[in-house]
């Protein structure tokens, strides 16, 4: 394998890379290199969860459409707890802002881009009970680890609060945990 590996990055380096690469180096296709992949416990149902929302969304060859952030709150719309997920990235947004989000107050002014995220991403967006429990995921342009948070809404009449907020390397091992105010 290290040798496709060395082949690539030659192939890559001249620009004369294509997709046939992989069918005269391994005998197979891209197409089945790729389904014989999502058969290996490397494959994670989390991995297997993010396409399935990708492709729902628009998606192309791993690239969001332009208009991704309409999709996708028209997806969440569509969803039973889809109001309470925006209703908490807001919350975010205000904690971002304010510069209240515990490890991200040394960063203000560098580009993060925040997304929803965690294992429970499609839990939490379908639910609509209360306590209301969203996860979200920041990324540095300059660093490899992601950022969590989870907001809670513990009733209708609550308040949205920060629950936890975390570093994760990027096989996402917890690097560091930030306290709650």
Not at 18 to 23: E, G, L, V
Not at 27 to 46: C, H, M, N, R, Y
Not at 151 to 179: I, T
Request: proline fraction near 7%.
């Amino acid at each position: 394998m290290f040798d496709v590996v060395r082949e690539l990055n030659t192939e890559l380096r001249r620009g004369s890379y294509s997709d046939w690469f992989f069918a005269k180096t391994t005998g197979k296709s891209i197409d089945e290199l790729w389904t014989e992949f999502q058969k290996t416990p490397a494959f994670t149902p989390v991995a297997a969860e993010t396409l399935q929302l990708q492709a729902e969304l628009g998606y192309v060859n791993g690239q969001p459409p332009k208009d991704i952030g309409r999709r996708l709150t028209a997806y969440l719309l569509q969803q039973p707890g889809g109001a309470l997920t925006l209703e908490g990235s807001e919350v975010l947004a205000k904690f971002v802002a304010d510069a209240q989000l515990p490890g991200f107050l040394k960063v203000i002014g560098r580009e993060i881009s925040w997304g929803i995220g965690g294992p429970n991403l499609r839990k939490e967006s379908s639910s609509a009970a209360y306590p209301a429990v969203r996860t979200f995921c920041g990324r540095k342009t300059d660093d490899p680890s992601a950022y969590y948070c989870i907001v809670v809404r513990l009733s209708k009449q609550s308040g949205w609060k920060l629950q936890r907020a975390w570093r994760a390397g990027p096989d996402g091992r917890v690097l560091e945990e930030y306290p709650i105010p």
